[in-house]
């Protein structure tokens, strides 16, 4: 029973022009969504994070924008960047458990 | 500014053998989660600390796994009797709140 969606296991974007990463999640209890960026061998890097009471939240080139209706946030970079090619998991917290549910990632590449 | 470490960082052994991995959190969390992530897919939930008190275990963590934080610091995570389904990477994060910050794991390979 996977609660959290990332459909697209891989996008690649040109660099300058706007990475959008798409989540999609099934349980209404989750009340805090974040997106972690993962380099290969390393641990997740905390990225942004937005609250369910929200419906945007940006911090310099990243957005992410949450759609409690259709159950769906998205993840904005733009411009992107070479750096910032990476895997990107969402997460939800779910506050009973105080558990991340990840989903499964998305692999961004960005071509120079 | 010292974020959350684990050590080892890689772990190879074989079926049968006992492991154990430590982390140590940002000091001033009092929140300790452990993750287990294998190939292709994101990390998923094993057990979560508040201080030294476990509040909260996956059906993913067995018998054979134990998790302890003696003294609401560093938490330790063992493996008894290791299968091949245990080879993963193992994570660890801290917290104050809903951001939990993650360590860089330790990758055990079970031969």
């Known amino acids: 029973d996977q609660q959290v969606k990332q459909n697209s296991p891989s996008l690649s974007v040109q660099e300058g022009r706007i990475s959008i990463l798409n989540c999609d999640y099934t349980?209404?209890?989750?009340?805090?969504f974040l997106w972690y960026k993962k380099y290969p061998a390393e641990g997740p890097t905390f990225l942004i994070s937005i609250s369910s009471i929200k419906d945007k939240n940006e911090d310099g080139r990243f957005t992410v924008f949450l759609n409690k209706s259709a159950k769906h946030l998205s993840l904005h970079i733009v411009p992107s960047q070479p750096g910032d090619s990476a895997v990107y998991f969402c997460a939800a917290f779910l506050g009973g458990a105080q558990k991340l549910v990840f989903g499964q990632g998305t692999r961004l590449t960005i071509n120079p | 500014d010292t974020g959350v470490s684990q050590d080892p960082r890689h772990k190879i052994t074989k079926r049968g053998q006992n492991v154990t991995f430590r982390c140590d959190p940002i000091s001033e969390h009092n929140r300790l989660y452990w993750y287990r992530q294998t190939l292709g897919q994101g990390p998923e939930f094993l057990t979560y600390f508040q201080n030294e008190a476990q509040l909260e275990k996956s059906r993913l963590l067995s018998d054979r796994f134990s998790a302890e934080r003696p003294k609401g610091s560093f938490s330790t995570l063992e493996i008894q009797r290791t299968e091949q389904g245990d080879s993963a990477m193992y994570l660890c994060?801290?917290?104050?709140?809903?951001?939990?910050?993650f360590g860089p794991g330790t990758r055990l390979l079970v031969l």
């Open positions: 994060a801290s917290s104050m709140s809903e951001t939990q910050y």
């Open positions: 349980n209404s209890m989750f009340d805090y």
